[in-house]
């Protein structure tokens, strides 16, 4: 991988994540997209061993910068990445609809155990906290196939070797 067309990605996604551009595209229950959770699961399936563990956890200190709050995100984004690419290679995630569900399932997990991290670090939780996660995810993951068909035009630009699932 090209590692500073990695990082010029993530800071680009990163701004926009913290910019204005979610509340603007927000929908009026409250629900933004998590950008940076759909990189997350794209470099996931798309990358290969040690290239998922750094862009994972490189994705999460993003997330945890554009939410104001060090170490949740870091930590839960860093374990999802790993578990989603050790999950992608005995079920094979193509299809729009396995895309959008892998979406949803790691933005829950990720996003509630970063609820609980951000809880024993002495945060509280959100009033509404369950419900701006579940709008969250679903609104990431029907974004997420759009977002995805752009990655894919620049993913031989960033120099990731493509997985290929062989069962």
Do not use: N
Request: aromatic letters at 16%.
């Amino acid at each position: 991988m090209r590692w500073m067309r990695f990082a010029f990605l993530l800071l680009l996604v990163a701004f926009v994540q913290g910019g204005s551009l979610p509340d603007v595209i927000a929908l009026k229950i409250g629900a933004k997209p998590d950008f940076l959770l759909i990189l997350l699961v794209f470099f996931a399936l798309h990358c290969y061993g040690y290239e998922v563990i750094i862009t994972s956890f490189a994705i999460g200190l993003a997330a945890d910068i554009a939410a104001e709050s060090l170490g949740p995100y870091f930590i839960s984004f860093g374990l999802c990445g790993a578990l989603l690419s050790g999950i992608r290679q005995f079920i094979a995630i193509r299809r729009t609809l396995h895309v959008i569900a892998a979406v949803a399932a790691t933005g829950i997990v990720a996003g509630l155990l970063a609820y609980i991290l951000a809880f024993f670090k002495g945060q509280g939780w959100p009033s509404h906290a369950f419900s701006l996660l579940f709008g969250m995810v679903v609104y990431s993951g029907l974004l997420a196939p759009y977002l995805f068909s752009g990655l894919l035009a620049i993913i031989d630009w960033l120099g990731v070797k493509k997985y290929h699932f062989t069962r």
